[in-house]
C-alpha cells in the first residue's frame, strides 16, 4: 500500500454549480458555431473509439453473456433453493435472486477496484483526483487489471439492460434505470478508448459502494419473513443497512462524485486545455448520470420521510410497484360484489316469490324487469 498518500480539497457546490454553466455554456458555443453536424460527429465518434478494436467488443458481448448464463445457475441452483429453504413468502422468494447476485457482484467488483485505487502503488487518482490527467495521451497504455475490471463492469451493464427488459421485477424507475445502463456503458467504452480509465474507476468506485448496501439491505428484507415468523435480526439488519446505504449515497454520489469526478474530468479540463476528444458529448453523459443520481435520491428521501411521520411501519423499497395493494383493492372488490349478491339472495328468500324480488329491484333500478 502507497502511504504517500495526501488528500486533495474539493471545490465547493456553488464554485462546481458556477463554472459547470461556464463549462456547459462555453462549449454550447463553439459546438454551435464551429461544428458541421454530421460529418464531424463521425469524426469524433471514429477518434474516440480508435484505440479499441472488434476483440474488445466480441469480449463485452461473449461475457454479458456469460453473466446472464452465471445468473441463472445460482438462481436455480443456489438462490430459489435457499428461499425455499427458509420458507419465504412468495413475492420475497420472486426477489430475491436480483437483489442476491447483484450484491454478489457489485460487492466482488467494488472490493477489486478499491484494491487498484486505495492499495496499489502509483493510484493516488481518488486521493488527489488531478492526477488523472498527469502525463495524459491518446496513445496511454491501460494496466491489465483496470482493462479486466472495465470489461467485466461494461458486459455487467449490457446483461444488465437484457435483464431489466426480460428477467427483473418492474418498478416505477425501470425505464430511469435502463437509461441508466444505456448511459453508464456508452461512458465506460469511451473513457476506456479515450484513456480516460483513471478517472473511470474513480466512478466505478464511489458508484458501486452504494450497489453493494442497495442490495444487501433489501436481500436482509425479503429474510425478514420466514415461515409466517418474523425474524427480527434481519429487520434490524435492514435499518442499519438503510441508514448506511443513504449516507453512502449522499457522500458519495451527491458529493465525491460531482466534486471529485465531474469536476475533474470537465471542468478542470477545460481550465488547463488538456485535449479530449468529444469532451461536450462526453461530460453530458456525466451530468446525465448525476441527474439519475438525484432522481433515486428523491425515492431515499421520500422514505426517510414516511419512516420518520409514521406513514410506513418498516423500511420498503418504494420505487415497487404496490402489487399487495392492487391484489388487496381487488380482493375487497370481490368481496363488496360478493356481498351484494348474498344480499340479494337473502332479499329474494325472505319476499318468498321471485316476482316481490323483481318488483324491489325496480324500485331501485326502473329498468330492471322491463323487455325490449
Known sequence: MDTNRTWEPSPSYSQFLTESSNFVRINFHQLVNNYSFPEDTVKDLSKCLTNLDRYDYILMFVLAIFWTI??????????KPIARYYRLPKQEREKLPESAWKFIFYLSTWCYTAYILLWQSGTNYFYKPTDVWK??????????????????????????????IFVDHWRRDTLVLMGHHIVTSLLLVFSL??????????????????DILLEGTKTCLYFKRQNNKNINIF??????????????WFVTRLYWFPLRNVFISSIYVHQHG??????????SLLYILLTMNLYWFSFII????????????????NREYEHDETNNTSTESKEEIKNEVQQKVKTFIKDGSSTVFLLNQRKVDPSVGRSE
Open 70 to 79: 452465471v445468473r441463472n445457475i445460482l438462481t436455480t441452483n443456489l438462490f
Open 193 to 210: 478508448s479515450i484513456r480516460c480509465h483513471r478517472a473511470g474507476l474513480i466512478a466505478i468506485f464511489l458508484h458501486d459502494a452504494c
Open 302 to 317: 421520500k422514505l426517510l420521510y414516511k419512516v420518520v411521520t409514521g406513514q410506513v411501519k418498516e423500511i420498503e423499497d
Open 235 to 248: 429487520e434490524l439488519l435492514a435499518n442499519i443497512g438503510f441508514c448506511c446505504f443513504t449516507v453512502t
Open 135 to 164: 502525463d495524459y495521451s491518446m496513445s496511454l497504455d491501460v494496466p491489465k487489471d483496470v482493462y479486466a475490471i472495465y470489461i467485466v463492469e461494461i458486459s455487467f451493464y449490457l446483461h444488465s439492460l437484457y435483464a431489466t
Open 274 to 283: 488538456i485535449q479530449v476528444p468529444f469532451p461536450l458529448f462526453l461530460n
